[in-house]
């Protein structure tokens, strides 16, 4: 499983957790409704972005509901959570801090290149099969 940058997203949202650990959730519209797909993440390395090693678990919801709004303020909620439950554990100093990052009106390659200044996306070249 994996977050579709394509023209169904609405937005995606990326928390640290931990030392070595983070959260990402994106929203997509899709012919069923509205896609929420998160993932948790645990490093095996903090050096390397693509290790292998990483282990990830991936989650996907759907909703019949087409809603965007709602499911934007359904992802800040899930994400404040996440954070919290973190801070509560002790594993996070301060606050936390959680990144929002909505499409709008902007193209897909215009979010892309937002994406990918956010100080926490990592992006290589890749050509699609």
Not at 17 to 44: C, N, Q, W
Not at 58 to 83: C, F, H
């Amino acid at each position: 499983m994996s977050i579709v940058i394509d023209e169904n997203i609405v937005g995606i949202w990326y928390a640290v957790t931990g030392e070595m650990d983070d959260f990402m959730l994106a929203i997509s519209k899709s012919p069923e409704g509205i896609e929420l797909v998160y993932r948790h993440r645990y490093y095996a390395s903090k050096e390397d972005p693509w290790d292998e090693n990483d282990k990830k678990s991936w989650y996907r919801m759907v909703t019949p509901k087409k809603d965007e709004q709602k499911a934007i303020e359904t992802a800040r909620e899930m994400l404040s959570g996440v954070v919290g439950i973190a801070m509560k554990m002790k594993r996070l100093p301060g606050n936390g801090v959680i990144y929002e990052l909505l499409r709008g009106d902007s193209t897909v390659e215009e979010f892309g290149e937002r994406l990918r200044a956010m100080p926490w996306a990592h992006s290589q070249e890749g050509t699609l099969q």
